[in-house]
């Protein structure tokens, strides 16, 4: 099984759906993260937090929000869904700052 | 606005030869860089990190870091079909700044 486990893996939603990723993780880490994957603009960090009670905005906050509901679980929700966050999403985790960063598998998220 | 840059290629290189991936990066006082790989639809998997400036092998993979250039490497020596992949890099600003940020990735094409 995966450490970092996220769901769904593949999901296709219309335009002002609410859509919730959810990621839980294994690896006993403090630290999570979400990033979002697009073609030729790379990794771009949505929101991290550093344990339950720590969320921090990241590079491309906006139209997103998440919730830390316990150390193993971080969730990425988009409240009203727009096709430019088409994309593919990444949850991660690490042991510290400046740590190595492991990845989820990754979900696939279509706006229509 | 702290960047990290990379070519993006593609970087075509026979089977056997030597692959060189090069990252610039923005902020003198970033502290720890890493290289990751990921395969097309797949998350990124960490090659190697490094913290100090010089080299640092594992295996076929050489990390090379000169903090005074503002500059990391990658090496890949007998390069493989295998390796043919996206190699991101990654950078850690420090100073309590946590996550990575990553480049856009190089293209790295093995020719059999």
């Known amino acids: 099984d995966a450490d970092v486990t996220q769901t769904p893996r593949n999901r296709i939603t219309k335009t002002g759906k609410r859509i919730m990723l959810e990621c839980s993780q294994t690896?006993?880490?403090?630290?999570m993260y979400w990033y979002r994957q697009d073609p030729g603009l790379g990794l771009r960090l949505i929101y991290y937090?550093?344990?339950?009670?720590?969320?921090n905005k990241g590079e491309i906050s906006d139209g997103y929000s998440v919730s830390r509901q316990a150390q193993a679980k971080f969730s990425l929700s988009l409240e009203s869904a727009i096709p430019n966050q088409t994309a593919l999403y990444f949850c991660?985790?690490?042991?510290?700052?400046?740590?190595?960063?492991?990845f989820g598998e990754g979900s696939w998220l279509t706006v229509v | 606005q702290k960047e990290v840059e990379q070519n993006s290629g593609p970087l075509s290189v026979p089977e056997g030869a030597i692959a060189s991936l090069n990252c610039t990066y923005s902020d003198r006082g970033s502290q720890s860089f890493f290289w990751y790989r990921q395969y097309s639809g797949k998350s990124p998997e960490l090659i190697m990190f490094?913290?100090s400036n010089g080299d640092k092998e594992d295996g076929r993979f050489t990390a090379q870091l000169n903090k005074a250039s503002q500059y990391v490497s990658l090496l890949i020596r007998d390069s493989q079909p295998s390796d043919s992949a996206t190699y991101l890099c990654a950078v850690n600003w420090g100073g309590g700044a946590d996550g990575l940020t990553f480049g856009k990735g190089t293209h790295l094409i093995i020719q059999p």
């Open positions: 490094i913290y």
């Open positions: 937090s550093f344990d339950v009670k720590d969320i």
């Open positions: 690896k006993g880490h403090d630290r």
């Open positions: 991660a985790t690490s042991g510290g700052s400046g740590n190595t960063i492991y």
